[in-house]
């Protein structure tokens, strides 16, 4: 993996639509690319992480020229990704979102952001910690360079112990592969005290789609008709599979007590 520094003209984007899912206003991404390189995400296709050097100068002029608002940070590109244990973009947004008195939700795989821990803690802040599978196996496929499950989990517990809003998220939930896995999930979250768990079906769009497939093609070969069927002329799953994945979430979400949504 290569690390390379860039200068941005630009850090802050307005979320245009209402996030009912992250529920955040703005998003700032600190890195460019991710090194965790999941088959489920198009910001894993490069070899260069791209580290925005100039990201803080750039934040505190746009910060000064918007309304107040709840900023998203690892919208798209891991936060706290390995390039963070050098560059420390993200602890210093976390610094400059502390004095400027904005609120923000972190979204990550990385048991990393609990070296910041005492900083979150002087914040109005928010973490979604992301967990696809608690099989290995499932996971050296389609998330190679990521942290272990029990690191994550590890890292919700640590979060809630030290009193920071903290939930999970089953995103995205991979067709045909980690259903059985479901009801294990929302009990691993409940027991680590996650204060919700979010969950979304895996959209599969462009040079995304044929990675992804290829993927499949080499592990999962008996599942390509399924996903051709499942996924035909569009991005998104058919929206029944949709409705039988949501139904089943709620249900044992209801059964461990534990919110599907935000409601804090």
Avoid at 29 to 54: M, T, V, W
């Amino acid at each position: 993996m290569e690390y390379k520094l860039i200068n941005c003209d630009s850090v802050v984007k307005k979320i245009t639509r209402k996030d009912a899912l992250f529920h955040g206003n703005y998003c700032v991404d600190p890195y460019q690319n991710c090194e965790f390189g999941c088959l489920y995400c198009d910001s894993s296709f490069e070899k260069i992480i791209y580290a925005k050097a100039n990201v803080v100068d750039v934040l505190k002029k746009e910060i000064a020229q918007i309304e107040h608002g709840r900023i998203i940070i690892g919208s798209v590109n891991d936060p706290y990704q390995n390039a963070e244990n050098t560059h420390q973009l993200t602890k210093n947004i976390l610094e400059t979102l502390a004095q400027y008195q904005f609120p923000c939700h972190i979204l990550t795989k990385s048991p990393l952001i609990l070296r910041d821990i005492d900083l979150l803690s002087s914040l109005q802040c928010m973490v979604t910690i992301s967990l696809t599978s608690l099989d290995d196996r499932v996971l050296r496929v389609f998330e190679p360079g990521a942290p272990s499950p029990k690191d994550r989990l590890k890292a919700v517990e640590k979060l809630r112990d030290n009193g920071i809003n903290t939930g999970v998220a089953m995103i995205p939930m991979i067709p045909y592969i980690v259903e059985s896995e479901i009801e294990r999930i929302v009990q691993a979250a409940n027991d680590v005290h996650a204060q919700y768990l979010l969950h979304k079906h895996l959209e599969l769009k462009g040079d995304q789609e044929v990675l992804f497939k290829n993927m499949l093609e080499i592990h999962y070969p008996h599942l390509l008709p399924k996903y051709d069927e499942l996924y035909k002329d569009d991005f998104n799953p058919r929206k029944q599979y949709i409705h039988e994945l949501n139904k089943m979430l709620e249900l044992y979400c209801n059964k461990y007590r534990i919110p599907g949504k935000i409601t804090i």
